[in-house]
């Protein structure tokens, strides 16, 4: 019998505040471009077989809205204390929601992402009680998984991937999941995103981004 799919939080900040490197470059585009970001990311992460629903951890509005036409459940961010209480706050909302035992965190500025290789992650991630993966540098986190019975355990920002591993999370070790791991903070992480190939939303504003 397969394994139930997986319930994906998706944390978004205000769009004012969200993507400060990328003010220089971007301008008043930015906030736009934050949107455009978690917008590509949402629709590849639903388009994943081993994704039932997504659930963004915002307390943005108007971006609530914009994501929730796409498919997404908006979750408002309680305790509104940080990036990691509003995940753990995220967790809890989707297990008493919908019993959802099987949660992952991901980050919402992977406009490249593909579904294929989010699903490769997962069935990864389904082996272990906790697993994350490295972002491109292998110093961040771009995404972070708990099984049935597991706490969810965030410990994003910064340099997360040292800490999720002391925290006692497997990292998974795969090399064929670019679109997974390329998040996107600065102009260099964009350029990096258009070359694998971005959603339409990140490349229709991407043009009209200084280079």
Request: with cysteine; charged share 20%; aromatic share 2%.
């Amino acid at each position: 019998m397969s394994l139930p799919r997986w319930t994906l939080l998706v944390p978004l900040k205000p769009l004012a505040e969200a993507k400060s490197r990328l003010a220089g470059a971007a301008g008043a585009l930015r906030p736009e471009l934050a949107l455009a970001f978690a917008q590509d990311t949402v629709v590849a992460a639903l388009a994943c077989a081993e994704v039932a629903r997504v659930l963004v951890v915002t307390d943005d509005r108007a971006a609530a809205a914009e994501l929730a036409a796409l498919g997404a459940e908006p979750v408002q961010d309680r305790p509104g204390a940080g990036l990691n209480a509003a995940l753990a706050h995220g967790a809890e909302v989707a297990r008493a929601r919908y019993g959802a035992g099987r949660v992952a965190a991901m980050s919402a500025d992977l406009p490249a992402l593909r579904p294929s290789e989010l699903e490769r992650v997962l069935l990864a991630a389904a082996a272990h009680p906790r697993a994350f993966l490295a972002d491109t540098q292998r110093i961040g986190t771009t995404l972070l998984a708990a099984a049935a019975g597991s706490a969810l355990g965030p410990r994003f920002e910064g340099g997360s991937r040292l800490r999720h591993a002391a925290s006692g999370a497997h990292e998974l070790a795969l090399d064929d999941v670019p679109s997974v791991r390329r998040d996107v903070d600065t102009p260099d992480d964009l350029r990096a995103a258009l070359a694998l190939g971005t959603g339409p939303r990140t490349a229709a504003l991407a043009g009209l981004v200084a280079p």
